[in-house]
């Protein structure tokens, strides 16, 4: 392994580590438990769920590592606080949640070490000259940071 | 700037800014804000303050960039759970969380690039020879994502 290579897979190892923890939780939690908030009045696990599908399906035209599937969920999940409805059946927000982050996992894997360093797909060419620490690879952690941010909520209900 | 410089700036920008996020839980609590639990019967803000000061004086030794000063927090902080008392006063504990931080983020802006990617002192020469992964940037970016958890139960009180 490149020294870059050290820091991609240590990179991606604490990505799926959130993913994992978070799986152990949608697991652990019945169709029931996922109304439950995390502080009285604050996000149901069901929206954060959502919230975290939506945006990690979103990664994949940011990275430029595939196709998004699920733009219909950014009303709901990201643009919106949590309604408190049912705005999808239980067992189609896991389905999601399961197919987003499996496929998208396996396709950060087969990022290039050296393509991490390169520019994501929300920053141009010019504003990449500017600042190259706008690479791929702080996309991988903005994301994996904002899953943890979720997850320490998500670790109250159970 | 080589591209071990563009991974391990952005892996600090990314600890700074939760560092900076929880700096400003602590300045616009209060002090009987600070006894806030993050939801009821859970971790109080003054207890969550106090364990990630525990837990980043911590980093001074296993990064090997200084000498920790607060070892005598651990026992409340890290070892035992949130007693709901307070151990010591809101004002010494705001002291240590600021103090710990600014020094310890000044420290890891003085690391050498290179030297991320060597192993830091919780590993042995030759585990880490086994597992080149375990190096110092690993730990920043695993006390980022331990940052992060704790920050999002601690912005349900605000």
Known sequence: MTGIEHV????????????????????????????REVAPGRNRLYYLIGHLAAVHDR???????????????DATFIENPD???????????????SDVNSRLTAALEQVEPEAWL???????DEDFAKNPLRHRLSVLTARTVHAAFHLGQMQLTQ
Request: overall charge positive.
């Open 8 to 35: 991609t897979n240590a990179a991606i190892n604490a990505w799926k580590q959130q993913i994992s923890r978070i799986d152990q939780i949608v697991a652990a939690s019945s169709d029931a438990d996922l109304e």
């Open 59 to 73: 990664m994949f035209t940011v990275l430029g590592v595939g196709e998004r599937r699920y733009a219909e969920l």
């Open 83 to 97: 309604s408190k409805t049912p705005a999808i059946a239980a067992t189609e927000l896991r389905r999601i949640w």
């Open 118 to 124: 390169t520019r994501h797909n929300s920053v141009s």
